[in-house]
């Protein structure tokens, strides 16, 4: 497996087919040398895809004025073949562009330690190097290495994932004192999981259905932080061994629950389409995007004649790329990111109105 190397990270898209994956990478901007995307893993994944989701976090990180560049990796992994299989044909196929600026995190399919084993392989810091480009280009990062890394870890993407939709409610008014917004969340990954983890523990919200690729979980008492915990393992999968008392099974495709309020599609995209958005129920407030392109602009349409406001990805699952984006640009800290953003959401989410 062999790719074009570069001392500078540049905008472009390139493509390798290993034995046990395929590996489409897409640099859709770069600004202050680098470049920041996920890596996901998805059977079937192209080049076509890569791009879409590439520009998405170009104009993501453009929205809320972080001056670094877009970036994606899709994963194909060949039939029967799992990250271990696969990692060491990505981190050759990515080593050049990951030295040169390219700035990887967790997405579907992959977790922040498996992002972890990447950079190993690579032979490489990403947080030293990071600094090391930013810096070439007048940028001085206000905080210590070490914190910035934490930002890298499981536990860190995931939460700000969370907060980052908690943060979008509240500015659209959805968390008030003594109401409880009903809730059903499609994917328990680290970002669906987490979600669900942080409304669980929230006393405005009450998550009543949880969904993995196998089973939807509903309970119309709603699901509580210690059994979400428990029962959802790091790649999302729910266990149904240990249900609550009240609580049933049942298919994935059902998670748009005809009593919940909030609609969080935290899986892949294309799960509400002009196909199904009947199925979002009248009750609902908002559906918010936390994966993206979960909603297809013919659904968008759909929904917003019925007065349901869809909560763009570029704006509900855009906090851990921003929060990295804007301390790694010397933009904020871990001190002062949640008031910027928060200020940021605030303005956007007058445009939904």
């Not at 994606?72 to 981190?91: I, L, S, Y």
């Amino acid at each position: 497996m062999t790719g074009e190397r570069h001392k500078l990270l540049k905008p472009g898209s390139w493509s390798w087919e290993g034995e046990n994956c395929t590996v489409h990478l897409v640099v859709d901007t770069v600004k202050n040398g680098i470049a920041i995307g996920g890596l996901r893993m998805s059977s079937g994944g192209t080049l076509q895809e890569t791009v879409e989701l590439a520009g998405a976090m170009t104009d993501k990180l453009t929205l809320f004025g972080v001056a670094a560049g877009g970036a994606k990796v899709v994963v194909g992994p060949k039939p029967g073949r799992d990250f271990a299989a696969v990692r060491g044909e990505v981190a050759e196929a990515l080593s050049a562009h990951l030295r040169a600026g390219f700035l990887v995190g967790e997405d579907v399919g992959v977790t922040s330690d498996e992002v972890r084993e990447i950079y190993d392989l690579a032979g490489f810091d990403p947080i030293e190097n990071t600094i090391r480009i930013v810096g070439g280009h007048g940028v001085q990062v206000q905080m210590p290495p070490a914190e910035l890394a934490q930002l890298l870890t499981r536990q860190y993407s995931g939460r700000l994932a969370g907060e980052g939709v908690l943060i979008v409610l509240r500015a659209m008014g959805l968390a008030r004192q003594g109401q409880k917004i009903r809730v059903s969340i499609q994917g328990a990954g680290s970002v669906g999981g987490t979600i669900a983890s942080l409304m669980a523990a929230d006393p405005a919200f009450e998550v009543i259905g949880l969904s993995d690729k196998d089973h939807l979980v509903w309970s119309p008492d709603g699901l509580d932080t210690e059994w979400i915990t428990r029962n959802v393992d790091e790649h999302g999968s729910i266990s149904i061994s240990e249900l609550k008392a009240g609580a049933s099974v049942g298919e994935p495709g059902e998670w748009m629950l005809p009593d919940a309020q909030v609609l969080v599609a935290a899986a892949l995209g294309g799960s509400i389409t002009h196909y199904n958005a009947d199925a979002v129920p009248p009750g609902a407030l908002c559906v918010v995007e936390a994966a993206n392109h979960a909603v297809s602009d013919a659904a968008a349409g759909i929904l917003a004649q019925r007065g349901i406001t869809v909560v763009p990805g570029a704006l509900a699952n855009a906090f851990t790329s921003v929060c990295f984006g804007l301390m790694a640009t010397g933009q904020a800290t871990m001190e002062t990111v949640h008031e910027i953003y928060g200020e940021r959401v605030a303005q956007l989410v007058e445009g939904l109105r």
